[in-house]
């Protein structure tokens, strides 16, 4: 099934220590976001990619757009202060579709066959998410002192994408907006309306560039690709 994927990209370079947006820091000579778009470009089922954006950035990232021959991108919405407002600003700009997915502009590692099972999953169930399991223990604590360890074998890391059938999240995200409630992600805005969200197992390797040692990990799994390839 053909699906439409909106990509927050109005955010900043606080956490990466950069004097500008992380999507615009480059991998290798090529921009982060540029990566995450070729994804989307290259995959058959992708119909269109909507981006929302500062607007003192659209100029910039329509021309690496243009330069990079990225042709499925249809449109770009305002970016708002919070990445729920700028998630909701493109949802309402997106022709109505069947599936549409929401991915963090800064994860250019996703698996296209994750993509391809998420797709399904939405489309089945109407609500599906990246995630890996937990690898490392957890623990609660207060004051310092450890007061549970928590079974990680029920806990996953969260990640993007996460797909929905376009109406149901369209719905959840403007409930969301008027009522005030500000979630941590799209599912959890689905989730408060009491609809199930279905997991579809994610890879590690898809990781969001957000700290410098990221770029770091970026770099090694992009040498390893290349290395694959001959």
Request: glycine content about 6%; charged content about 25%.
């Amino acid at each position: 099934m053909n699906y439409t994927v909106v990509l927050p990209a109005a955010g900043s370079g606080k956490r990466m220590k950069a004097d500008k947006n992380k999507l615009l820091l480059e991998l290798f000579g090529k921009p982060i976001f540029i990566y995450t778009l070729e994804v989307f470009e290259q995959d058959p089922q992708c119909e269109a990619i909507w981006l929302a954006v500062k607007a003192d950035e659209r100029a910039i990232i329509e021309r690496y757009v243009n330069d990079y021959g990225i042709t499925k991108v249809k449109g770009y919405a305002q970016g708002g202060m919070e990445r729920q407002d700028s998630v909701r600003a493109c949802l309402e700009a997106v022709p109505p579709c069947g599936v549409v997915l929401v991915h963090d502009a800064a994860r250019p590692f996703i698996a296209s066959r994750v993509i391809a099972e998420l797709v399904n999953e939405a489309e089945k169930t109407g609500a599906a998410i990246a995630a890996v399991p937990v690898k490392d223990t957890i623990k609660k604590a207060a004051g310092g002192i450890i007061t549970e360890t928590v079974d990680r074998a029920q806990l996953w890391m969260i990640q993007t994408p996460q797909a929905f059938r376009y109406e149901l999240l369209l719905n959840a995200a403007q409930a969301a907006h008027k009522e005030g409630f500000l979630g941590t992600d799209e599912a959890m805005l689905v989730e408060r309306m009491g609809l199930p969200v279905h997991i579809v197992e994610s890879t590690y390797e898809n990781v969001k560039m957000t700290t410098p040692e990221d770029l770091i990990y970026g770099k090694a799994i992009l040498e390893s690709r290349k290395q694959e390839e001959l």
